[in-house]
């Protein structure tokens, strides 16, 4: 004989109740939507004595209604669940089917009918697309809440509309539009048919996409941004580190309250070290490009000090330097500000690793013998010739682009910790990449330390 539990039935309705009521919560739209049409039909039954939810023609004039709120609704979906607001998605909406109606009526009868169609359309979609630009500049840039910069082209999108519409109806002559919004195909109507494809190609991407994910992680956390394969890129000062909010507030005698995590720290995938000396973040500061000039002042005077910062420098260069044993290099440039202050940092970097260190000249063409400057090559030599002086090896290159003869070469060697330069002004190609953006990308095992 097998015994049961007493409390298993118990136990199991519970379960069952419990999945119940998840169901429950989870259908409740459709749940109300259900209890609506049966209520439609028992007032038809009672009042006229007809069906409403079996009628063709009804069910037919409720789809069709519902094709404009719900094209409204596929856009708005994907705002809210990344977490926004869009209040002018209505009137963007209107001002792409006016602007969709006048290129149709202006090319119908000079183009091709489906032709005429086609480029209304793109440019109805060109049209819709400027107040999204707008609205993204204003939040990401200008960082103006949404609900205020979206208010605010609701207006500008509705009076568009309005002028180009010449505060009237603008009708469409065009046979390819009126045929796919007046007929049916297999009793249901076009453009329902449309509106079905666009939302089951919007579950698709939602569901089963890379953008989708981004989407819902953009709307969640920094871990599920992470979670979803997102690059995220910021920057974070060394008095925030958990792990060493000690060592700061005994060197600045500030409890530092807003931390963040060591397991967020060791989860980068690639940290670059911007080794800024004390002078230069307080001209920044000073400039405002770092707090309000307001806020700088004060910064200035209690937590910014010349003290603090230096003592701050030494508690990053220590976190930068948890590696271990490694191999180091600085990259030598011909237009380097500051090359011995280079040489330096590389130096001291290499003695506390117990590491060897690297000075690497990589001469492209622009540079021959024949080209480069004597000035410049005698700068060139003189550092050369000082970072043998303080224990470095020299390593001269030949290559056409001096990201791709580093990167051979860290790869090569080994390097594990890697020092440059900050980047000067580009003035003649202000398009081309920056030499650490490369080597990010290339290297992201290397520690990078940007001075």
Known sequence: MTSIPLDEPASERTTWAGSFRAWVTSMRAWIFLGFLLVGFEVWARIAYNT??????HNLSSIAVFTVGP???????????????????VGF????????????LNLSTGVLWDPLAMAVAAVVALLASAIPGVINGLLIAKLRIPPFIGTLGMY???????????RGTTVPISNPVVTYIGNESLLSIPITVLITIALTCGMMFMLSQSRFGQHVYAIGGSRQASLRAGINVITTVNVQHFESLYNI??????????ERVPD???????????IDLPAEDLQKRLEAGKIYPKERAEAALENFFTTEHLTRLREASEQESNVGGLGQVMVAISSHGPDPGRLLRKTARLAAQLNAQWYAVYVRTPDESVVKIDAEVQRRVLHTLEAAQKMGGLVILLKHEQVAQALVSFIKDYGITHVILGRPGKRRLRPFDRLLHDDLIREL???????V
Request: hydrophobic share 55%.
């Open 92 to 103: 963007t909406m209107g001002l792409a089917a006016v602007v969709f109606s006048q290129i």
């Open 444 to 450: 992201p095992g290397v520690y990078l330390t940007i």
């Open 70 to 88: 719900l094209l409204l609704a596929l856009g708005q979906t994907f705002v809210v669940i990344s977490g926004g607001i869009d209040l002018s």
């Open 263 to 273: 397991e967020i720290i060791a989860k980068a995938y690639q940290i670059v070290n």
């Open 248 to 257: 700061v507030e005994e060197a600045t005698g500030v409890r530092v309250k």
């Open 51 to 56: 069906t409403f939810l079996f009628n063709p």
């Open 155 to 165: 207006g500008v999108a509705r009076g568009i509309a309005y002028l180009l519409a």
